[in-house]
């Protein structure tokens, strides 16, 4: 018999296309991403403070020339560094802008964005193995996405971290703030990753001692590099220890779970424990990422951000451990209260604080 082939409709060519335009830029971004990537880890944004040639450029940070030159080329045909001076290859002058080194050579910069570049590389290395893991259901330590992710995780969230969480997140939480202020205060901070949002509790609150855990053992190393830096290892301490192990009886007046608990296999054993481990009157917050409250297709940048970042990371993170809930980033109001509930708390509430990426829960025993 033969086949009878059919031209496709306009309407499903037109759909086609449109998705092969949508990954064609997908493609460029993450190209010109590893690029950025290339760039920050050879520190050739910072040495284009001053404008260098592509030999002055490779002189200053010991790369190859010929590299220099095509890497210069490349950027400034995508924007990212700007010619200062013309010429050919070999004599052409390039510097960066007050705004492209803020957003790619200053890590305390508001708009510091080189960090992206650090995730996708992280993803990157365990991408080969992602198959095999989907077939088997198994999972991918934190740890195993290398030493990118680590980095980048903690250079994207370092400036929330110092620049908002006191002075604009707790206000939002009155009674969390007053718990911190008190004579005595103790603090635990589960999932700290490399320790900031530990540090700057401890910065805005001379009497408050914090201890910060994760299961990660180069965050924490990490952690505690920055907490000496700070001159704060007699209030701040931080331990290799899994979110769902003990932590005692009335120890701590908060616990804070900064963009954490959607990635621990137990989470649900973690907040009970937490639970254990509060002073009477003690509260738990929990800062995860700002989910819809339902699933729909086509959903907002936010969204599709979460899955994909899900697809590609925190659900094999997630399922690294045996017997792992699985939750995934996908982190939904609704699975916020259910694990609450389990937990054995009597309240969840949402603080009042807007936020494009993550959404505020106290919990109240």
Same mark, same amino acid.
């Given at each position: 018999?033969?086949?009878?082939?059919?031209?496709?409709?306009?309407?499903?060519?037109?759909?086609?296309?449109?998705?092969?335009?949508? &990954? =064609?830029?997908?493609?460029?971004?993450?190209?010109?991403?590893? /690029?950025?990537?290339?760039?920050?880890? &050879?520190? $050739?944004?910072?040495?284009?403070?001053?404008?260098?040639?592509?030999?002055?450029?490779?002189?200053? /940070?010991?790369?190859?020339?010929?590299?220099?030159?095509?890497?210069?080329?490349?950027?400034? *045909?995508?924007?990212?560094?700007?010619?200062?001076?013309?010429?050919?290859?070999?004599?052409?002058?390039?510097? /960066?802008?007050?705004?492209?080194?803020? %957003? &790619?050579?200053?890590?305390?910069?508001?708009?510091?964005?080189?960090?992206?570049?650090?995730?996708?590389?992280?993803?990157?290395?365990?991408?080969?193995?992602? +198959?095999?893991?989907?077939?088997?259901?198994?999972?991918?330590?934190?740890?195993?996405?290398?030493?990118?992710?680590?980095?980048?995780?903690?250079? =994207?969230?370092? *400036?929330? !971290?110092?620049?908002?969480?006191?002075?604009?997140? $707790?206000?939002?939480?009155?009674?969390?703030?007053?718990?911190?202020?008190?004579?005595?205060?103790?603090?635990?901070? &589960?999932?700290?990753?490399?320790?900031?949002?530990?540090?700057?509790?401890?910065?805005?609150?001379?009497?408050? /001692?914090?201890?910060?855990?994760?299961?990660?053992?180069?965050?924490?190393?990490?952690?505690?590099?920055?907490?000496?830096?700070?001159?704060?290892?007699?209030?701040?301490?931080?331990?290799?220890?899994?979110? %769902? %192990?003990?932590?005692?009886?009335?120890?701590?007046?908060?616990?804070?779970? =900064?963009?954490?608990?959607?990635?621990?296999?137990?989470?649900?054993?973690?907040?009970?424990?937490?639970?254990?481990?509060?002073?009477?009157?003690?509260?738990?917050?929990?800062?995860?990422?700002?989910?819809?409250?339902? !699933?729909?297709?086509?959903?907002?940048? *936010?969204?599709?951000?979460?899955?994909?970042?899900?697809?590609?990371?925190?659900?094999?993170?997630?399922?690294?451990?045996?017997?792992?809930?699985?939750?995934?980033?996908? =982190?939904?109001? %609704?699975?916020?209260?259910?694990?609450?509930?389990?937990?054995?708390?009597?309240?969840?509430?949402?603080? +009042?604080?807007?936020?494009?990426?993550?959404?505020?829960?106290?919990?109240?025993?």
């Amino acid at each position: 018999m033969t086949a009878v082939e059919t031209t496709p409709e306009p309407a499903a060519i037109e759909a086609g296309g449109a998705i092969m335009e949508r &990954l =064609f830029m997908a493609m460029l971004g993450s190209l010109e991403l590893a /690029t950025v990537h290339l760039g920050s880890q &050879l520190g $050739l944004y910072a040495a284009l403070a001053q404008p260098r040639s592509a030999g002055e450029l490779a002189s200053a /940070t010991g790369i190859d020339e010929r590299y220099a030159e095509e890497w210069l080329e490349q950027q400034a *045909i995508g924007g990212l560094v700007e010619v200062a001076e013309p010429g050919d290859r070999r004599t052409r002058r390039y510097v /960066t802008s007050r705004g492209q080194r803020m %957003a &790619l050579a200053e890590p305390d910069s508001p708009v510091y964005a080189a960090s992206m570049a650090l995730l996708l590389g992280g993803v990157g290395a365990v991408l080969p193995r992602l +198959p095999q893991t989907y077939r088997d259901g198994t999972g991918i330590s934190f740890g195993e996405y290398g030493d990118d992710v680590r980095l980048g995780q903690g250079l =994207f969230n370092r *400036i929330a !971290f110092l620049g908002q969480l006191v002075p604009e997140w $707790l206000p939002a939480m009155p009674d969390v703030a007053a718990l911190l202020a008190r004579d005595g205060a103790a603090a635990v901070d &589960l999932g700290c990753g490399v320790g900031w949002s530990s540090i700057a509790l401890a910065q805005a609150h001379p009497a408050l /001692t914090v201890l910060g855990v994760d299961s990660d053992d180069a965050s924490v190393m990490e952690a505690r590099l920055h907490a000496a830096d700070a001159g704060l290892e007699d209030r701040v301490r931080f331990e290799v220890v899994d979110a %769902a %192990a003990d932590l005692g009886e009335d120890s701590f007046d908060v616990a804070f779970y =900064f963009e954490a608990l959607h990635d621990m296999a137990h989470p649900v054993e973690a907040l009970a424990s937490t639970g254990r481990a509060l002073r009477p009157g003690g509260r738990v917050v929990v800062m995860d990422e700002r989910a819809e409250e339902e !699933f729909a297709p086509d959903g907002s940048e *936010i969204e599709r951000l979460l899955a994909a970042s899900s697809v590609l990371h925190c659900l094999p993170v997630g399922r690294s451990q045996g017997d792992s809930t699985a939750t995934g980033a996908l =982190f939904r109001p %609704a699975t916020m209260r259910r694990y609450a509930e389990q937990a054995g708390y009597a309240a969840v509430e949402v603080a +009042p604080i807007e936020h494009d990426v993550f959404r505020f829960y106290v919990l109240r025993p």
